[in-house]
């Protein structure tokens, strides 16, 4: 079974400060990673994709991912409560082409 | 990205029936796939869904109970047969396309089974 894990949170940071959302998954060769976020209600919607080893930056979010450690994180700079939402990992594993796994996700609180 | 629909938006049906779920995308793409989303959980993988070939179905998901067509480039639906209120969930079509092999969510079918 290939996983993906997401602590779920819910993870309050104040507005303004830096939220840090963090994902391990279980297969090595994995090539490519997601996140996705989702409000209450609505579908996923994607914000971010990475495929090498180091940081991918986009407005207030960064990526972060690190193939040795199996690891892939969100960073969100200036926190604002609109990004109060389920921010979700996905990882595209080996040899399943084009198929995604999905975390459990982790609900974020940015708190005035 | 793509402009993707869904209908209908939602539902509340009876056990026992059936309901088709139809996905259009405003653009031709090859890959399109269904997932369920069950209250407070994360997306599952139900098929993927290639034009012109039969869809193929995850661990746990059989053509009988969820038959996929894929008509044409843009279209696809989901049909949820005899169904129980297990089944209730919200069930999201993605298409992928762009040069990353992104995927991109429909707005969702929340579907009710009493």
């Known amino acids: 079974q290939k996983e993906v894990e997401q602590n779920s949170g819910p993870l309050s940071v104040p507005e303004g400060a830096i939220a840090s959302l963090n994902c391990t998954y279980s297969d090595r060769g994995s090539q490519s990673f997601f996140w996705y976020r989702q409000y209450s209600g609505k579908s996923p919607e994607l914000i971010m994709f990475i495929y090498s080893n180091g940081d991918k930056e986009d407005g207030r979010f960064t990526a972060q991912l690190n193939k040795a450690s199996q690891y892939v994180s969100l960073l969100i700079r200036d926190s604002q409560p609109s990004d109060s939402a389920t921010y979700l990992c996905?990882?595209?594993?080996?040899?399943?082409?084009?198929?995604?796994?999905f975390g459990t996700g982790t609900r974020l609180q940015v708190t005035l | 990205s793509a402009v993707i629909s869904q209908k209908p938006s939602r539902d509340i049906c009876q056990r026992g029936t059936s309901l088709t779920i139809q996905c259009q995308v405003d653009?031709?793409?090859?890959?399109m796939f269904w997932y369920r989303q069950q209250p407070g959980q994360s997306l599952t993988l139900i098929a993927t869904?290639?034009?012109?070939?039969?869809?193929?179905?995850e661990s746990g998901f059989v053509i009988d109970k969820f038959p996929i067509s894929r008509p044409n480039l843009t279209f696809s639906t989901l049909t949820v047969s005899n169904m129980s209120p297990e089944d209730s969930s919200i069930y999201l079509c993605?298409?992928?396309?762009?040069?990353?092999?992104?995927?991109?969510f429909g707005p969702g079918t929340r579907l009710l089974v009493l």
């Open positions: 869904a290639n034009q012109g070939s039969e869809a193929t179905y």
């Open positions: 653009s031709q793409v090859t890959m």
């Open positions: 996905a990882v595209r594993n080996t040899g399943t082409a084009s198929k995604l796994t």
């Open positions: 993605s298409v992928e396309t762009g040069g990353w092999e992104t995927q991109y």
